[in-house]
């Protein structure tokens, strides 16, 4: 009896769960770590007029998985080509229903992607050309595991830069040359 080969979907399952909730990820705090204790004022808040807030990361991060997820079950029309689809029409202002309801849109997305690559029983897909797009699955999913990397860096940052807005400190604080004392704060 001949087993179907699944190891490079195992290890891109993996990565795409540690990244998204591990408390053991290399790179820095996982996506689920970094926003544990983003408030709803700080998920609404820009720290400049041209930036995304958190909240907008969070939604753009869960437009990727529906489009990965919408891609994997072979829908070709299915796109984010406009920045509401892609960032959201979020307020300014974020009460804490709309936070919890973007954060539970997020890990509801993770769950289904997890859910449409379990489907699958062996690696072949990953050599498939995504439906209207020029890269393979596998480009797809090792691209959304950098992009969560990515995004998360920025929500650590963002989140930092809020904390020290909302303590009234000078955004020229400068203990050192990167701008602020270094205290290991576990990476935000």
Do not use: C
């Not at 709309?98 to 990953?126: G, P, T, V």
């Amino acid at each position: 009896m001949e087993t179907a080969q699944n190891d490079e979907l195992i290890r891109i399952i993996d990565l795409l769960n540690t990244t998204y909730e591990s408390e053991e990820t290399w790179h820095g705090p996982s996506v689920v770590e970094v926003l544990r204790d983003v408030t709803p004022d700080m998920a609404g808040r820009r720290i400049t007029p041209n930036t995304h807030s958190i909240a907008e990361l969070v939604f753009h991060m869960t437009s990727w998985r529906i489009f990965t997820v919408k891609k994997m079950q072979g829908d070709p029309a299915f796109d984010i080509l406009t920045p509401e689809k892609n960032f959201g029409s979020l307020p300014d202002k974020i009460d804490d229903f709309e936070w919890e309801a973007l954060q539970m849109e997020l890990s509801l997305s993770q769950e289904e992607l997890i859910n449409e690559l379990d489907k699958r029983d062996d690696d072949e897909f990953l050599e498939d050309i995504v439906p209207g797009r020029p890269y393979t699955y596998y480009d797809l999913l090792h691209g959304m595991i950098n992009h969560d990397v990515y995004h998360t860096g920025q929500i650590a940052i963002l989140r930092k830069a809020l904390t020290f807005k909302s303590a009234g400190m000078s955004s020229h604080y400068n203990d050192d040359e990167f701008g602020g004392a270094y205290d290991n704060d576990d990476y935000y």
